[in-house]
Structures are given as structure tokens and as C-alpha cells.
């Protein structure tokens, strides 16, 4: 099993991100994975997925989202980490890596699914607990965390709690939501993954999703809770299953040009 080495690279708009890479010596596939709100490269979850995929020979970069770990800038909760997934996807292909998949959990669910929907260069992706629509109240922990977001205290406790920056103004222009591009990632192979008991986002958001991308394979899990927390071994190695089984099918390697081009549409979507 690999030792993860720490990187780092830089996004189009400046933000310098860091990350966790398990090089398993090949460079056929490689996976990044995007984190939830709050979390990290460093988070022991994300750790133990990370690890589950390089046993399955998949070359992994697990960054952190700005704002957040190591990285510096702030977050903007799933607006500009577009930028932050589209960086990692070129650090990969300037690696080596032939083919490409990002994966998200929650926000970063979000992330890729946004990244993929608006042009980006992604060779397959799979969301596990991403909302499908912006400003969920109806649950608990959902309240919790707009409380966080939006209020001088709860920003405090994010950052002297679990080191998470925010940027300082909240969104001037509401980003698309991920149920309005979500369909836009087709004929990129597309895995949504979502749990009947999850806490934050209820089964309304993957039905959301489900409905505006009628080509992706859509996983219900019954008695799955949330995101990283709620990820099971037997998951992963599904998940890393399906990856191969799509990695096989003709017309899913892009090339490095298309990298570069991708982040540009991403760098102009959210500077728009």
C-alpha cells in the first residue's frame, strides 16, 4: 500500500491548494477525491477511501478545498471549488494519467458534479450525497450549517473549531445549482450515489438529480446516512468496480488539451 506524499499546485484564480497523492505506479487511471464541508485530505474518512481506491490500482489525489486543510483562500461552499477540482484534475494529466475520475462527497459531491456539468474534463464521475438544489432548511444539521455560514459566531466556530475560512461575502449571484448542469455531464460516465437515511440532504435531492440525468447510474442505499461518515468498504469497492467497468468503454480518455480547456470554461463560468 502507498505512502501518500504531500503536494501542492496552484488554481487559475491564484488560490494555492494542498493534497494528499497515492502513486501506485501506474498511470492509467487516476481518481480525485473532493471532501465535504469542513473536512479534508487529512480527514481519517476520506484517509480510509483514498487507501480503498489505491488497492484497487486507481493513482488518488485527495486535496483539500480552500479554505480548508492546508489549502489557502476561502471557502465558498461549492461556488468557486469548481476551480479547486478542474487544478487537481491538471496536476493528474501533467502527471501522467491517462484517464481521469473525480469523485465527491456533500460539497464535494457539489463540486464535481458542477465542474463535470459546466464543461469540465473528467473521464467519469461519481457524487455521493451531493444536494441538488442550493439552501436546504427542511433538515437539522442543514440549519446547523447555514447557521455556521451566515452568522459572525458560527463563522468563528468554524474557524477556531475545525479551521475552516470562509470568503467574507456570501454569493453575490447564486451559482448554478447542481440539479440545473447535472444533465449537461452526458455521455461522461456518471455514478450519483445517495443514502435513504441521510440526515442532510433527503432522498428529494437524489430523486432532483436522478430526474435531470436520466443516463447516469443512480444508487439508492438503504440505511445510508451522510457522505464520507456513511461511506462503507463494501462501497468503495463497488464504486472503484464501476470505475473500471467504464474505464473499459470506448470514448471515455480525454486528452491534456481538453484539461486546460476545461478550466478555462470553469475559470469564465464563475467570473461571469
Not at 3 to 19: E, K, M
Not at 134 to 141: D, I, S, V, Y
Not at 186 to 211: K, N, Q
Request: proline share 5%.
Amino acid at each position: 500500500m502507498p505512502t501518500p506524499l504531500s503536494v501542492a499546485f496552484t488554481t487559475l484564480d491564484g488560490v494555492p491548494l494542498a493534497g494528499l497523492h497515492w502513486d501506485v505506479g501506474l498511470r492509467d487511471f487516476g481518481c480525485v477525491v473532493a471532501h465535504g464541508f469542513t473536512g479534508s485530505s487529512k480527514d481519517p474518512n476520506v484517509q480510509t477511501i483514498s487507501r480503498a481506491l489505491s488497492g484497487h490500482g486507481f493513482g488518488v489525489l485527495a486535496i483539500d478545498f480552500r479554505g480548508h486543510g492546508g489549502s489557502g483562500g476561502r471557502s465558498t461552499v461549492g461556488a468557486d471549488e469548481i476551480h479547486d477540482i478542474a487544478a487537481a484534475v491538471g496536476w493528474l494529466r501533467e502527471h501522467g494519467y491517462e484517464r481521469v475520475a473525480v469523485l465527491g462527497w456533500s460539497m464535494g459531491g457539489s463540486s464535481v458534479l458542477r465542474y463535470a456539468g459546466l464543461g469540465g474534463d473528467a473521464d467519469a464521475v461519481v457524487s455521493v450525497s451531493s444536494p441538488g438544489r442550493w439552501f436546504e432548511r427542511g433538515t437539522r444539521p442543514m440549519r446547523v450549517v447555514h447557521w455556521l455560514c451566515e452568522t459572525r459566531t458560527g463563522r468563528l466556530v468554524l474557524r477556531l473549531g475545525r479551521g475552516t475560512r470562509l470568503a467574507a461575502e456570501s454569493w453575490a449571484v447564486t451559482p448554478e445549482a447542481p440539479h440545473e448542469v447535472v444533465g449537461s455531464i452526458a455521455p461522461t460516465p456518471l455514478l450519483i450515489v445517495h443514502g435513504d437515511a441521510d440526515h442532510y440532504f433527503g432522498v428529494d435531492h437524489f430523486e432532483l438529480l436522478s430526474d435531470a440525468a436520466p443516463d447516469a447510474a443512480l444508487w439508492l442505499e438503504a440505511g445510508m446516512g451522510h457522505a464520507e461518515t456513511a461511506t462503507t468498504p463494501e462501497l468503495v469497492d463497488r464504486i472503484a468496480e464501476w470505475l473500471r467497468l467504464v474505464g473499459t468503454q470506448p470514448g471515455t480518455a480525454e486528452t491534456s488539451a481538453a484539461s486546460a480547456r476545461s478550466a478555462e470554461v470553469c475559470d469564465d463560468v464563475t467570473r461571469e
